[in-house]
């Protein structure tokens, strides 16, 4: 059976990437603690003004952001150094989290989706 709530998604995983994927849900809900919180193409999503804000993903090699193309586009030097795909980037396990980068990369898409919803009304 899936998980249908990201603590049940984050306890499928051993403790040393538990507590990865934990720091990464406490970093969005500190940052954007208006978000909502889902699971959402089978891995924790995040949404503010009913726009998609952040998805993350854990595996057994490495953690997954998926920051929308305008957040990893607006951040591609910095995350020159990791692998990448279209949208997504993968932290290794074995390496520390970035997390000064991806706080700033969780505050540019809070203001991206704050900036359309303004430009809606």
Known sequence: MKPTTVQ????TFAPAIQSRLL????LVLKIAPEATESISYGMPAYKTLGKP???FAGYERHIG???TPSGHEQFKEALSVYKQGKG???F?????LPLGL????ILFR???????YNSRK
Do not use: H
């Open 8 to 11: 049940a998604y984050i306890s």
């Open 102 to 105: 991806i706080e700033k990369i």
């Open 110 to 116: 809070v203001d991206e989706n704050q900036t359309k």
């Open 65 to 67: 952001l998926y920051a």
């Open 53 to 55: 804000l952040i998805y």
């Open 23 to 26: 720091t990464l849900r406490t």
């Open 88 to 90: 997504s980037v993968q």
């Open 92 to 96: 290794p396990n074995n390496e520390p």
